[in-house]
Nanobody, 122 residues
Framework: QVQLVESGGGLVQAGGSLRLSCAAS????????MGWFRQGPGKEREFAAAISWNDINAYYADSVKGRFTISRDNAKSTVYLQMNSLKPEDTAVYYC???????????????WGQGTQVTVSS
């Protein structure tokens, strides 16, 4: 059983930065493959970034590659998403999610947070 709570969202100007945090509670956080997804206005929820249990492998959507960095601190049971050079099209609700295996597919993530709003002004 895993519970996920996101924080760190807010309003920022284009070109600015935010760091999102996802605090996990429950069983064996370090064993989960963690991902960040986002859902903009009128859009489907889409993959943004993911990271393996050992921090060795990180994966990014083309839309965020080079601007976003995912990391995790297993000792703190927390995953982060550092977002730099933000664009208006990054405006979305950002969700933290956990999977039992390595995957980028939304449908294969078992646990989800409630989301945190990120708004990037133009």
């Amino acid at each position: 059983q895993v519970q996920l709570v996101e924080s760190g969202g807010g309003l920022v100007q284009a070109g600015g930065s935010l760091r999102l945090s996802c605090a996990a509670s429950g069983r064996t956080f370090s064993s989960y493959f963690m991902g960040w997804f986002r859902q903009g206005p009128g859009k489907e929820r889409e993959f943004a970034a993911a990271i393996s249990w050992n921090d060795i492998n990180a994966y990014y959507a083309d839309s965020v590659k080079g601007r976003f960095t995912i990391s995790r601190d297993n000792a703190k049971s927390t995953v982060y998403l550092q977002m730099n050079s933000l664009k208006p099209e990054d405006t979305a609700v950002y969700y933290c999610a956990a999977s039992n295996h390595a995957t980028l597919l939304r449908s294969e993530y078992v646990y989800w947070g409630q989301g945190t709003q990120v708004t990037v002004s133009s």
